[in-house]
């Protein structure tokens, strides 16, 4: 019996790297997994190997309504979504006065700009259904887990943009934890470091 089971996720970013190790580590402990990558052939391919139930959804979360089509294709796979890792991101790494505003503005888009978008499609399935939940006089909890870095909480040099949008999404999820706090739905950030 798996600390998962029954439990659907969503991981962003996860046919490779840190969100394919979360996306296996969920799937050894019971959940059904939405894997998700930019390359439908390499998420595919994550799928199969990481085996037990799951789901795939490829394209740009960076898209104008990708973060709702990545919900809507988890609560069609399984019925809800319990647990999301907001994981996908890349870097885009240079010295402030010789980065573009191209290079600033896309680690903003991946970094805070799709957790927002992704969180924000969750709340129709996630509030909606607590309220519901409550008044049966039933508890039901979800998490929401967005990674950020040590960039983020404390700068890196060459990164200014990368940093920015760490600490970015530190700010979304402290607000939504104290907005959905009230519905059983859990939202922490991860800093991994070096």
């Given at each position: 019996?798996?600390l ?15 969100g ?12 059904r997994v ?8 390499v ?8 085996g ?27 019925g ?33 700009v ?10 129709p ?5 607590a309220?519901a ?35 970015g ?9 104290k907005?959905w ?14």
């Open positions: 019996m798996g998962l089971d029954g439990k659907a996720a969503i991981v962003t970013g996860s046919a490779r790297g840190i394919r190790a979360t996306a296996e580590l969920f799937a050894s402990e019971g959940a939405l894997i998700n990558d930019l390359d439908a052939d998420a595919e391919q994550a799928a199969a190997e990481i037990g139930e799951t789901a795939v959804h490829a394209g740009d979360l960076t898209k104008a309504g990708a973060a709702d089509e990545l919900v809507a294709a988890a609560v069609e796979a399984f809800a979504v319990d647990v999301v890792v907001n994981n996908a991101g890349y870097t885009w790494d240079g010295v402030a006065h010789k980065m573009t505003d191209e290079q600033f503005q896309a680690m903003l888009d991946i970094h805070t799709v957790p927002f978008r992704v969180a924000r499609a969750l709340a399935h996630w509030r909606e259904a309220k939940e409550r008044g049966e006089g039933r508890e039901v909890f979800r998490k929401l887990i967005n990674v950020s870095s040590t960039s983020g909480t404390m700068g890196n040099a060459g990164q200014v943009n990368y940093s920015a949008a760490k600490m999404v530190v700010g979304v999820t402290k607000t939504l934890a907005e706090g009230q519905f059983k739905i859990n939202v922490n950030a991860v800093a991994f470091g070096f």
